[in-house]
């Protein structure tokens, strides 16, 4: 059974940098993709960045291009580094396994917990 495990969020001021952090607890499987969503009070679970396992081939949503990287440097650990944030990028971030490399939600099998991430001064 896959279990996503995400650490690293918190509070930080805007302009200010994070790392989240996720395990895939169980490193059995092979992975495809994966990927990291967030999703603010009141709006809708949004794509925000992926990363191709074998290729390490790197997609980005817009609102994070330039800012956010995504990589990775174990078999089955994924970081998102963030950086220059601001109070938009408030949200519950989810790192989720990808069953191909693609932006949308419905193309990833297993998600973590979430873990929030809030940009406030």
């Known amino acids: 059974q896959v279990r996503l495990v995400e650490s690293g969020g918190g509070l930080v001021q805007p302009g200010g940098s994070l790392r989240l952090s996720c395990l895939d607890s169980?490193?059995?499987?092979?992975?495809?993709?994966m990927g990291w969503f967030r999703q603010a009070p009141g709006k809708e679970r949004e794509f925000v960045a992926l990363?191709?396992?074998?290729?390490?081939?790197t997609l980005y949503s817009d609102s994070v291009k330039g800012r956010f990287t995504v990589s990775r440097d174990s078999p089955y650990t994924v970081y998102l580094d963030m950086n220059n944030l601001t109070p938009e990028d408030t949200a519950v971030y989810y790192c989720?396994?990808?069953?191909?490399?693609?932006?949308?939600?419905?193309?990833?099998?297993?998600w973590g917990q979430g873990t929030q991430v809030t940009v406030s001064s």
């Open positions: 989720a396994r990808g069953i191909q490399y693609s932006s949308s939600a419905k193309d990833y099998n297993y």
């Open positions: 169980e490193r059995r499987s092979t992975i495809n993709s």
């Open positions: 990363l191709r396992w074998n290729t390490l081939r």
